[in-house]
């Protein structure tokens, strides 16, 4: 089992910029053999995918809808991958969950039921 803490949400306006923080640990994780992904969930609607990045190289796939303004990145050292969000918008509220799964992200990244383990979330509010 992978333990994972998100950090890092906040209240920004819009336009400005977050960075959160996923730190996984357990007994079986090593850093390569797993891949990270970034989720979030907004009042009253379904949990969506974010982005993922494979530990073992690096490669990462974004929603359509954060491609260019987020950037997910990781630190093997630390074991923990960062999702840096620029440009927020009202429409990126939602409660932010990093989630790791022993396979790689794929064409498939965004379907939930690929990952394992999840965090309990960071609440990302941005104010217009």
């Known amino acids: 089992e992978v333990q994972l803490v998100e950090s890092g949400g906040g209240l920004v306006q819009a336009g400005g910029s977050l960075r959160l923080s996923c730190a996984a640990s357990g007994s079986g994780f090593t850093f390569g053999g797993y891949a990270i992904g970034w989720f979030r969930q907004a009042p009253g609607k379904e949990r969506k995918g974010v982005s993922c990045?494979?530990?073992?190289?690096?490669?990462?796939y974004y929603a359509p809808s954060v491609e260019g303004r987020f950037t997910i990145s990781s630190d093997s050292a630390k074991n923990t991958v960062y999702l840096q969000m620029n440009s927020l918008q009202s429409d990126d509220t939602a409660v932010y969950y990093c989630?790791?799964?022993?396979?790689?992200?794929?064409?498939?990244?965004?379907?939930?039921?690929?990952?394992?383990?999840w965090g309990q979330g960071t609440q990302v509010t941005v104010s217009s």
């Open positions: 990045s494979n530990g073992r190289d690096g490669r990462s």
């Open positions: 989630a790791a799964t022993s396979g790689e992200c794929n064409r498939w990244w965004d379907i939930m039921a690929l990952y394992d383990d």
